[in-house]
């Protein structure tokens, strides 16, 4: 009997199941149809027809063949046969078997019946068995038909068996022509080797291959076959896949074509070159390559459009609907309609653009650093293939962009090296102590003044140029730099072929491989001799700034000596002066008398001295020519000189005027010969020449004092025993002599300093020992109004005018009383400015004469007169000091119309003086 279990699990099972039961109960139904002897045909096409309306068949299910029963009705039959169809297409049979004669009665029938429809159930199931089979194999069919892989079945000669719908459509042949065709003639000759090995190996695994449709176009696929076996393991013949590759082999030419074409190109060429080729290959009308500049805008690095290179150009990125793609760092693509996506972008409207893909271009951060884009008058094909493209070769475009970038930074810290190296003037060298090879830069040879033709690239030819005193220490630093491993910064000098000594600063480090051993030592060297001989200026202006302040503060001190010293001078000589006139002319005090006013004259030219190195000896310029001035003294000079010295006198032509006070030449003149003559052992000569001058910014960078201008020039030479530079450096100084014990006083060369400073002029000593001395004075040229020097008035005439004598030193004070009241006139004296205003107001008469100190405390002498002159204007003034500062006159030069007598004075100097006042 057939049961429901037979049918779980089955797919078609509550079809079957409702058709089996359905058919369980039409065999009862039979049962008692029989008892009522109903015909079995009745029943049998009842079944039949049940079962074809439950399994929607449509072909004859199931048949009874009933001539044997029918025909022997009532009669026995041994073995009867019934026959039924399955489906149309298969015929069974069925064999009852009795063990004995059988009666075609009701109860034979019966029994009959019940075994025939037991022998049913099992052919029933077998049906069921086939009809799954089959529904099995449809279903496969019409997978493999959805299927997007070709799917081939062949026979062991290789003729085409079947093949399913993507077959179909690649080889472009139908179904009912394809099958018994051989698989051989969609494949040339060349290509047939597949085939043979598939016979050969029994399988083939991804061949890729190319083959011919029914067209005869080429087609690339990928091909996987084997053998196929029926049940019992012996061949059917072959089943194969086909791939149609020829879009990826499309894309991978295209990438080789463009691989190839920007492989070996770099920066802007290789922008150029890949949208040059992107064009043609995809097939479209705009290729760009851009490179984003700010959150919304980018410009072009490369812009090909219709088969041509274009000009780059910037552009907002919402122009080329870039922005979504910036900001979700991702493609985006349109196959067509572009423009009515974007309206507002003006790129598309002017290009008429239909399709569209644009791809970001990403550094390792995921930051957008570019896009490549294409852009196509009409919609695009093959969309996927494009953006694929884009993808590949965006990596490559950032790659290039981000090592553009580094260059451009390695570029701009080169170029910032270099200028720095420029800057620096700094030399670059490496050396490789192992092969003793040396390499130097064009900055290297330039600073040792050589050719690269005559380096020769080695330790030695480096060594030859190191000045002979520095070699020896310069080179065992290198080699100990190299055994300690150290750093090396050494400095020394070189000597370059034309001769000149060059100061080098050199820095260096010594690398090392990976066993720590000398690999090489690389540094650079600097020109410093401009440093050098800087700080050897700046030496040499230090010591003369303190040579200079020494000289100013012992001249402050002997100024203010000067002053002191000149007023006990004055009291001596005013004394002595007065003894000396009262004195009986066979006094034995008379010869006392003048030794010490001789005492007291020496004392006070020490002092004039003294004051001229100071730049306080009050003088009166006028305009004059030195050659008149030189001619006065030279016969005077020539018998300081003696008989054994020659005096030369060399006057130069059309000199300059200058400005000057004629006595402080002749000192300049007296104390430079005498300093000659005594420096001349023997017989020697002294020559003295004047010409102009002119100082360019040369000379005066050598000469440091000096200024640049016009100078008249005036020159002492002599033959003498020369000097040292110790004894050159303190020649200027107060009190510094050279000559034995009471030979000289050390202020002659003190003097002449001072006056030629004193009046702007500079002054220059060369000498060297047993090479004879060369004085030079200049003193610049006067391009003023010509002046004329006032004429003193020679008198000791007796005078009856009245004079007001201001002095706070009561001893000064009361001995030029005397010698004024000796003289005629009437004097009234004070000690301060105050006693003296005091005194004018008392007197009833009025003053005619000012003499007045110039140091006073509580008012100078100046404006004491200042202030007696608003009271008097027609009051005239004498102005007396040993030491003035910048009271009365700018570097000691007396202002115009200012009379003046310097302290110590006797009193035919003060007659003469008081006399030239009044009449003023």
Not at 307 to 335: I, P, T
Not at 707 to 732: A, P, Y
Not at 807 to 819: G, T
Request: proline residues 4%; negative net charge.
């Amino acid at each position: 009997m057939i049961e429901r279990s037979d049918f779980s699990g089955d797919e078609f099972a509550p079809e079957i199941q409702s058709a089996a039961l359905q058919l369980l109960r039409t065999s009862s139904a039979l049962s008692r149809l029989l008892s009522e002897e109903v015909q079995v045909q009745n029943f049998v096409d009842g079944a039949c027809k049940l079962l074809k309306h439950r399994l929607g068949l449509e072909s004859p299910f199931l048949s009874l063949k009933t001539s044997a029963i029918a025909s022997s009705s009532g009669s026995s039959q041994e073995n009867p046969e019934f026959r039924f169809l399955l489906t149309s297409a298969q015929e069974v049979e069925i064999e009852l078997t009795f063990e004995g004669p059988a009666a075609w009665n009701s109860n034979g029938l019966r029994e009959l019946m019940i075994e025939f429809l037991n022998n049913l159930g099992s052919c029933f199931f077998e049906f069921l068995e086939t009809y799954h089979a089959r529904k099995l194999q449809q279903r496969q069919a019409e997978a493999l038909n959805y299927s997007n892989e070709a799917v081939v079945t062949l026979d062991l000669e290789t003729r085409i068996e079947d093949l399913n719908s993507a077959a179909e459509q690649l080889l472009l042949v139908p179904i009912e022509d394809a099958r018994g065709r051989d698989f051989r003639d969609f494949w040339p000759t060349a290509g047939r080797d597949f085939l043979n090995r598939l016979q050969r190996e029994g399988q083939i695994r991804n061949l890729e291959t190319a083959g011919l449709n029914s067209r005869g176009e080429t087609i690339q696929v990928e091909l996987s076959a084997s053998l196929r076996f029926n049940d019992q393991g012996q061949p059917l013949g072959y089943i194969g896949t086909l791939r149609d590759i020829s879009q990826r082999k499309h894309l991978e030419n295209i990438l080789f074509e463009i691989h190839r074409a920007t492989s070996n190109r770099f920066g802007d060429d290789f922008f150029h070159q890949l949208v040059s080729r992107l064009g043609p290959l995809l097939n479209v009308d705009f290729a760009l390559v851009s490179r984003i500049d700010s959150p919304d805008r980018a410009s072009t690095l490369a812009f090909w459009a219709n088969g041509e290179k274009q000009e780059n150009f910037s552009y907002q990125l919402m122009d080329l609907a870039c922005e979504e793609v910036v900001a979700q760092r991702s493609s985006s693509a349109c196959q067509s309609g572009v423009r009515d996506s974007f309206p507002g972008s003006r790129f598309f409207s002017d290009t008429q653009a239909e399709g569209f893909v644009c791809v970001p271009v990403l550094d390792e951060a995921s930051r957008v650093l570019g896009l490549v884009s294409i852009v196509h008058r009409t919609p695009l094909e093959g969309l996927e293939l494009i953006k694929r493209v884009l993808e590949v070769f965006a990596g490559r475009v950032g790659a290039e962009l981000i090592r553009k970038e580094e260059a451009r930074k390695t570029r701009e810290l080169s170029e910032r090296l270099g200028l720095a190296v420029e800057a620096g003037r700094l030399g670059i060298w490496d050396w490789d102590p192992v092969k003793n090879e040396l390499i130097w830069d064009q900055r290297m040879l330039e600073i040792y003044g050589i050719s690269q033709a005559n380096f020769h690239g080695n330790l030695e030819d480096w060594a030859k140029w190191l000045h002979p005193e520095d070699r020896d220490d310069t080179l065992q630093l290198v080699q100990a730099a190299l055994e300690n491993r150290q750093t090396f910064h050494p400095e020394f000098r070189i000597v370059r072929p034309d001769g000149s000594c060059r100061y080098i600063k050199a820095h260096a480090v010594v690398v090392l491989d990976d066993s720590g051993e000398p690999l090489r030592m690389t540094g650079m060297n600097v020109d410093v001799t401009e440093q050098r001989e800087a700080e050897l200026e700046k030496e040499n202006l230090q010591a003369q700034l303190y040579h200079s302040q020494k000289m100013d503060s012992i001249g402050r001190l002997a100024g203010g000596m000067a002053h002191d010293f000149n007023n006990m001078l004055g009291v001596i000589i005013g004394n002595v002066e007065l003894a000396l006139l009262e004195a009986e002319e066979h006094s034995p005090m008379l010869s006392d008398l003048r030794e010490i006013a001789s005492a007291a004259q020496r004392s006070a030219d020490l002092t004039h001295q003294l004051l001229a190195f100071a730049r306080e000896q009050k003088i009166s310029p006028i305009s004059l020519e030195i050659n008149p001035v030189v001619e006065a003294v030279f016969k005077m000079l020539e018998r300081l000189m003696g008989e054994r010295i020659t005096l030369l006198w060399k006057p130069g032509a059309d000199l300059w005027p200058i400005l000057a006070d004629p006595t402080q030449i002749d000192q300049i003149l007296m104390n430079l010969c005498i300093n000659a003559r005594d420096a001349i052992v023997g017989e020697g000569q002294v020559i003295i020449s004047t010409q102009n001058r002119s100082l360019d910014a040369r000379y005066v960078q050598n000469h440091p004092g000096s200024t640049v201008g016009n100078f008249v020039e005036l020159t002492v030479i002599d033959s003498g025993c020369g000097m040292t530079e110790e004894v050159r450096q303190k020649v200027f100084d107060p009190f510094f002599t050279t000559k034995g014990h009471n030979q000289g006083t050390g202020l002659g060369m003190s003097t002449v300093y001072g006056i030629v400073k004193q009046n702007n002029g500079y002054i220059d000593i060369q000498s060297a020992p047993d090479q004879g001395t060369v004085v030079t004075v200049l003193l610049p040229r006067y391009l003023g109004e010509p002046t004329t020097r006032r004429v003193s008035v020679q008198s000791t005439t007796r005078g009856t005018e009245t004079i007001l004598l201001v002095e706070d030193h009561k001893q000064v004070l009361r001995i030029a009383k005397r010698m004024l009241e000796n003289l005629g006139y009437k004097v009234h004296g004070a000690t301060n400015p105050c006693q003296a205003l005091d005194l004018v107001e008392k007197l009833g008469e009025p003053i005619e004469l000012l003499i007045t100190d110039v140091m006073m405390p509580g008012m100078n002498g100046k404006e004491l007169a200042e202030t007696l002159l608003n009271i008097n204007p027609s009051l005239k003034c004498l102005f007396m000091s040993g030491y003035t500062g910048d009271i009365l006159s700018s570097r000691g030069i007396l202002d115009d119309g200012l009379d003046f007598i310097s302290k110590p004075f006797s009193q035919t100097q003060l007659a003469e003086k008081v006399r030239t006042a009044l009449s003023g």
